[in-house]
């Protein structure tokens, strides 16, 4: 067993960790994730699992798409995760915590809403993020290399933002094709080590987005939310969500503000936890949080076999 002073928190990735496979092995290996896959089918109206696991690609990156499809494969981890028989070591999360729509799944891991729900509100947030990017075109690169400091000095003469602050060295920008492009070559011209520009299809995380919140706001004013059952790291704010209202009025400013990222990393640390477990599609978050603090460990949980390896880990 783990000793009683390991503290745990679980992350969820966000949008670009999609990949066609993804799921494929859950589905077959485990009751409780093909159930997710089914939830997830029933209250989209459209085989979603398909898509997951046979693509295309292209479909499955568009933002209505890949936004459902990662927490519906992130869910069906976790309830693997919780239902595998090798696995009841597996120390229940001091904290969880998403990056971005991730935080979508930590809301359904801590009881919020249910899976299902977490699933079709996606599918609307993916729905409205799109529009509101194809009526105010934007996008979204990732700087490498450069500090905050001069990054948000760069943005400043470029009309865009820093809208993820990731880990150092890496910070997130985004804004009007014009205005990214500006800001790309003023970054490359102070000596970014490397720009990559981000497969979304707006500038998510600025005031381009708040259409998107308005009308995603009377989606989530008819729906129900349960108090959390376990603390919620705040994408928005790097602090704690521990009331329904709170998780409510966090979905919707995340829309157009930035992701603090490592501070939400770094005040999870502060409170004692050790060990992040990220489930999901991919394995960027490990490495971000391996960038923040190489003291604690990182795992990530993505397939079937990740899953019966976390006995050993556990032990």
């Keep these: 067993m783990v000793a009683e002073a390991a503290k745990v928190a679980y992350v969820f990735p966000g949008q670009g960790a999609q990949y066609v496979g993804m799921g494929r092995d859950l589905y077959d290996s485990y009751d409780s994730a093909r159930a997710v896959f089914k939830q997830a089918d029933e209250a989209l109206g459209f085989p979603l699992s398909q898509l997951c696991f046979n693509g295309p690609d292209d479909e499955l990156r568009q933002t209505v798409n890949a936004q459902p499809a990662i927490v519906t494969v992130s869910l069906a981890l976790l309830s693997a995760i919780r239902n595998s028989a090798d696995n009841k070591s597996l120390p229940a999360p001091a904290f969880v915590a998403g990056h971005s729509l991730g935080e979508y799944t930590a809301l359904a891991a801590a009881g919020v809403f249910d899976f299902a729900t977490a699933i079709y509100l996606t599918r609307q947030r993916g729905r409205l993020m799109h529009q509101a990017g194809l009526e105010n075109p934007g996008g979204m690169a990732a700087v490498i290399g450069l500090d905050e400091a001069l990054l948000a000095d760069i943005c400043n003469q470029s009309d865009t933002r820093i809208v993820n602050f990731n880990c150092p060295g890496q910070l997130v920008i985004s804004g009007d094709m014009d205005s990214l492009r500006k800001a790309i070559e003023l970054a490359e011209a102070k000596g970014a080590h490397r720009i990559v520009p981000l497969q979304v299809s707006g500038a998510f995380h600025t005031h381009y987005m708040q259409p998107a919140a308005d009308s995603l706001a009377e989606i989530i004013d008819n729906i129900h939310f349960d108090t959390p059952q376990i603390p919620i790291m705040a994408n928005t704010t790097a602090s704690e969500i521990t009331t329904a209202e709170m998780a409510k009025e966090e979905l919707l400013n995340q829309l157009c ?49 990740s899953i019966t390896g976390l006995a050993d880990v556990f032990k």
Excluded: C
Aim: charged share 25%.
């Design 257 to 305: 503000n930035s992701v603090q990222w490592q501070r939400s990393i770094e005040y999870i640390i502060d409170k004692g936890v050790t060990t992040f477990i990220e489930i999901g599609p991919g394995r960027v978050l490990s490495g971000l949080i391996k960038r923040i603090n190489r003291g604690v460990k990182a795992i990530n949980i993505g397939d079937t076999e």
